[in-house]
């Protein structure tokens, strides 16, 4: 039964009669202990889980034990020197430290209590002192007083684990089989996060799923499409399902700012920084590791923003992200990390560095894995005023092999860029001119499946233009260089394969003169979208790099992201909140004819959903290619279907449309009718209402307004 609904004046009213104060302070109001009312939050199991971790409050107190015993006399040294030790990790709380004596002797009893401002200067001590050797006898050993309590909990008698039955998880793949082979993507504008079918033959989307305040940052998908993610203050969560988004599994990490995934999902790495007590020390990272499935921290790391802050690409407050690059391609086996004069490859297998040392390499500065194997590319500056030069190596894992150097001289810097299918390496050089007043780029391409690994020399017509942008086609031979000056930069493609196999790059074509500052290829290859971003304002043009001529151009005013579908047939451009108007999205097919166009105010997101890599070989994957023809008989009849009903549809909204239009004019013309009476009246009693029996005279009326006289006098 529907529940009564009083409007607040009734309520008021109500209270009034019955001489009920209205006036109540909420915030005074107190539940029961375990009472709800009914009323279940939607975290209410974080909260019961973390329930036990968080009951006792001493999360800021360390025990440090193993201290020496000494007498009363020698208290205030030995409280002097740990107070000096603990001191440079944190703040101590005043009257934070103490240290127990045996009453009797008036010994100290070996361990001592120390209380931080902030639970995370606590951690840090431990971590940093536990294992600290004072002198020879006296190794701190160093725990969290909340750790004890854990601990004493822990039951005498062992108790066999309940095991519950075997219940068959969903099919968290099972949007891959939708009848119209449709994708999804997911969008978040204002308070709202939706995920929805791109319906482009119906030029329309289709809601999936639509929930409020779903995150409170970001979200993000899996490297396959299997997850989406949502982060809080509490920490991260995965959400995924049959047929809705049901959330898998949360990752506790108080005030996560950045997730990442590995490549084949099987890992979430979840980042926080937060603020010292003391503002002259640094802010302190930490990063965990979890088994996206278990949810179990496999390893973490912590520390300060500096031990963080070398390499990558961008991130908060002083960090580069991703701190960990994934290797080995989707099995997951090795991640990495950037350090000072140093690479520290961890294997995932027990998560600890391989051969239990780093890989050392005098100041290095960059690094980028193989997409499918497990061969790092690392990058090394020019020393000594150029008498060593700069060189970029490719490294075999775990074996630490070299396996190929190329010594770079008169380096300024260097970018690496991998081909997706891990066949070649462009190795972005910026050299210096001999008067070292100017620079020049060329390119260094490695061809990483062929025997010895060969390097090619590859410098453009006019070695001074600036390189704008650099992308390898996908899966594919050819890359798209954007060179020259603002604002009509050139655009080259170029190809790593010859008619006559002769292992030479060979330049296809310029584009001379485009509005483009970025590039997009499709994932299928073939396909590019040269997109004139920011101070371009939105030009697109999408160009057919087999047959070297554009299929389109269009503008899409103010466009801040360009994103094509995982399977290369349709391309989103989007203008996100960064600009006040024209929020929201477009979607284009593969060769730029606008399907339809969806505005969004506040809009932040746009991000297609992953595909996982195909199970078919690439045999079967050209046998389809060969006989498409036949393949796309079935597909061909349907969209014959869909045009039909489209057709139907447009018919049927212009009789809408028409039937509307006919209404309003018989409506009109009833009114007309009605005040045929009072027409005529006005007119004097002429009848008719066409114009054209009336006959059109001026006539001149000439009224006077004032008369005024007035005498004059002679002189």
């Not at 995370?120 to 909340?146: P, S, W």
């Not at 973490?300 to 994934?326: H, N």
């Amino acid at each position: 039964m529907a529940a009564e609904v009083m409007l607040m004046n009734e309520i008021e009213a109500t209270a009034a009669r019955l001489g009920i104060d209205m006036n109540i302070d909420f915030n005074s109001i107190k539940l029961p202990p375990g009472e709800d009312f009914g009323i279940v939050s939607d975290d209410e199991d974080v909260y019961h889980d973390d329930q036990l971790e968080f009951d006792s409050g001493f999360g800021n107190v360390i025990v440090v034990d193993n201290l020496p015993v000494v007498p009363r006399e020698k208290f205030e040294k030995l409280e002097g020197v740990i107070r000096k030790i603990y001191s440079q990790i944190g703040v101590i709380k005043e009257d934070g430290l103490w240290m127990p004596t045996d009453p009797e002797t008036h010994k100290t009893l070996g361990y001592c209590f120390i209380e931080y401002n902030t639970p995370q200067e606590a951690e840090l001590a431990k971590e940093k002192t536990n294992g600290y050797k004072l002198d020879r006898a006296h190794i701190f050993a160093v725990n969290m007083f909340d750790d004890f309590d854990k601990y004493m909990r822990v039951p005498d008698e062992w108790a066999p684990p309940e095991i519950k039955p075997y219940t068959p998880g969903e099919n968290l793949q099972k949007w891959l089989t939708d009848e119209k082979a449709r994708d999804q993507f997911v969008i978040r504008a204002g308070t709202d996060t939706e995920v929805l079918w791109n319906d482009a033959r119906q030029s329309k989307t289709e809601l999936v799923y639509k929930r409020t305040y779903w995150t409170e940052s970001f979200v993000q998908w899996s490297p396959m499409g299997t997850y989406l993610a949502t982060v809080y203050r509490q920490g991260a969560a995965v959400w995924g399902g049959a047929n809705t988004f049901n959330r898998l599994m949360r990752y506790a990490h108080p005030q996560v700012k950045l997730i990442d995934f590995s490549p084949g999902e099987k890992f979430l790495v979840t980042y926080s920084s937060h603020e010292p007590s003391n503002p002259r020390d640094e802010n302190r990272v930490v990063i965990n590791i979890f088994d996206v499935r278990t949810g179990k921290v496999m390893r973490d790391f912590k520390g300060t923003a500096d031990e963080f802050a070398i390499g990558g690409a961008g991130g908060v407050a002083g960090v580069s992200w991703p701190v960990f690059r994934w290797g080995g391609g989707k099995e997951d086996k090795y991640f990495a990390r950037l350090g000072k004069n140093i690479i520290s490859v961890y294997e995932t297998e027990t998560f600890s560095l391989i051969d239990k040392k780093s890989l050392k390499v005098e100041n290095v500065v960059d690094f980028s894995w193989s997409p499918t194997d497990p061969i790092l590319a690392l990058f090394v500056p020019e020393l000594g005023g150029g008498n060593q030069p700069a060189r970029v190596s490719l490294v075999q894992m775990p074996s630490k092999v070299e396996l190929r150097q190329k010594n770079l001289f008169s380096v300024s810097d260097c970018k690496i860029y991998w081909q997706s299918n891990g066949e070649y390496l462009a190795v972005k050089a910026d050299r210096y001119t001999k008067t070292k007043k100017s620079t020049y780029t060329g390119f260094e391409l490695f061809r990483i499946k062929e025997r010895d690994i060969p390097i090619e020399v590859l410098e453009l017509d006019n070695k001074t233009d600036k390189i704008i942008a650099f992308a390898w086609e996908p899966k594919g031979h050819r890359f798209a260089v954007i060179h020259g000056d603002n604002p009509r930069p050139d655009i080259s493609f170029y190809t790593m394969r010859t008619t006559h196999n002769l292992g030479r790059v060979t330049k296809l074509a310029t584009l001379k003169g485009k509005q483009a500052n970025a590039l997009f290829w499709s994932p299928g290859g073939r396909f590019i979208v040269l997109a004139g971003l920011k101070g371009f304002n939105g030009q697109l043009e999408f160009f057919n790099v087999d047959e070297l001529e554009t299929m389109a151009t269009a503008e899409h005013f103010m466009a801040t992201d360009v994103e094509w579908d995982p399977t290369g047939r349709y391309v989103a451009t989007s203008v996100t909140s960064v600009h006040e108007m024209e929020n929201g999205f477009n979607i284009w097919s593969f060769n730029g004819k606008l399907l339809y166009r969806i505005l969004k105010d506040h809009f932040f997101q746009f991000l297609w959903r992953p595909r996982p890599p195909s199970f078919l070989t690439p045999e079967k994957e050209e046998e389809i290619a060969r006989n498409l023809k036949k393949y796309s008989k079935k597909y061909e009849a349907e969209d014959q279907d869909v045009s039909l009903l489209l057709s139907e549809q447009e018919r049927e909204k212009r009789r809408t449309l028409k039937e509307e239009w006919e209404k309003w004019v018989s409506e009109w013309r009833r009114t007309q009718e009605e005040e045929k009476l009072e027409r005529q009246m006005l007119r004097d009693g002429e009848a008719s209402d066409e114009e054209e029996e009336y006959e059109a005279k001026e006539v001149e009326v000439e009224e006077v307004l004032d008369v005024s006289s007035e005498v004059l006098f002679d002189e």
